[in-house]
């Protein structure tokens, strides 16, 4: 059979309602398959082409039927199943488990047939109109496929390695007795500083995706934000700043749990976990650093709209080195 036949076969089935209903959008994604044909209690769906077997074997208790599978190229099922599944840029929330064997344990099933749903803190923005809460925080994350071909000792290989640099705004920094905080097109006056504006937090973002044999991608961005609600998120699910209190205290939900960050205090917050994404089991690692906590009065803040100059601390925190730096009263 050409590839052209091949594809016309997953397009086919991505236009069929009835058959992309026999299996739930996160099924298909996780476990990276599409149906093709049902004849009773066997259900044939297309899969990729190093599907783990692990994975095909869980995907009968998760469907309640027998499966037969079909390895296609992977490019071309990938694209069916976001037709089929994910129109005007939809996404799932995967099921995420502890334990990297979760594909060995039977209870595992019920879980990987539905979107984990979170549970944070109810959200709560505490900090009074003429204060603003400073936060500074490194957030490193590295995906990495545990079901892919090792690299061993081998060094990169600059064909299957990628950087990109995204946006480098520090929202604020201290200068002398007074805090500036950078606008973009905002007036050079503490009035530019937006009314509903209760936080200016800059965050170092790094993450890292070991997605092949030899080969990784790398994203590096430092972002500004001026927070007026919460939660905001720092991950899109498992880490997310929820609560500020009016001393500029923090709480972040930390994949199940609440961390407290009290002003001036610095903490490094970690978890790792792991998931079926499209057919490959995933285990994610992030560190939270919390650099800096606390506020200022709005009279001690300067306005700016022009890119905020880096220093010492911002450099050292960019390469991953991080500096002590004390709290604005």
């Not at 259900?43 to 869980?58: D, E, G, H, K, N």
């Not at 539905?114 to 803190?121: L, N, Q, S, T």
């Not at 050079?188 to 993450?207: D, K």
């Not at 905020?308 to 911002?314: D, F, L, Q, R, T």
Request: charged share 25%; net charge negative.
């Amino acid at each position: 059979m050409s590839e052209t036949q091949r594809k016309a076969i997953l397009e086919a089935a991505a236009k069929d309602r009835e058959l992309v209903e026999l299996v739930p959008p996160v099924v298909a994604a996780g476990f990276g398959v599409l149906p093709l044909r049902r004849l009773g209690d066997v259900l044939t769906v297309a899969c990729m082409p190093r599907a783990s077997r692990r994975a095909l074997r869980l995907l009968r208790d998760v469907l309640g039927l027998e499966i037969v599978a079909a390895p296609f190229e992977a490019a071309s099922l990938r694209d069916a199943i976001e037709a089929a599944y994910f129109q005007a840029d939809a996404t799932v929330n995967f099921p995420t488990f502890r334990d990297p064997d979760f594909l060995d344990d039977p209870r595992s099933a019920e879980a990987l047939r539905r979107e984990k749903v979170e549970r944070p803190a109810p959200a709560e923005l505490a900090v009074p109109p003429d204060r603003l809460a400073l936060v500074t925080l490194s957030y490193r994350s590295t995906l990495s496929d545990l079901d892919g071909a090792r690299a061993g000792g081998a060094l990169p290989d600059p064909r299957r390695t990628r950087l990109d640099l995204g946006a480098l705004d520090v929202a604020w920094a201290r200068r002398g007795d007074r805090v500036q905080v950078h606008v973009p097109e905002a007036p050079e006056a503490p009035e530019g500083l937006p009314p509903a504006a209760r936080v200016a937090l800059t965050e170092f973002r790094q993450s890292d995706y070991r997605h092949g044999p030899g080969g990784t991608v790398g994203e590096h961005a430092v972002r500004a934000h001026l927070l007026t609600a919460l939660p905001h998120l720092i991950h899109p699910t498992e880490v997310q700043l929820v609560q500020v209190d009016a001393d500029g205290a923090l709480g972040l939900h930390v994949y199940d749990r609440t961390e407290r960050v009290a002003p001036g205090e610095r903490r490094r917050l970690e978890l790792a976990y792991c998931f079926l994404s499209y057919g490959s089991r995933l285990r994610r690692t992030i560190a939270v650093d919390v650099e800096e906590v606390g506020t200022v009065a709005r009279t001690r803040v300067e306005v700016h709209n022009q890119p905020a100059p880096w220093g010492v601390a911002e450099l050292g925190r960019w390469l991953g080195v991080s500096t002590s730096s004390q709290e604005c009263p």
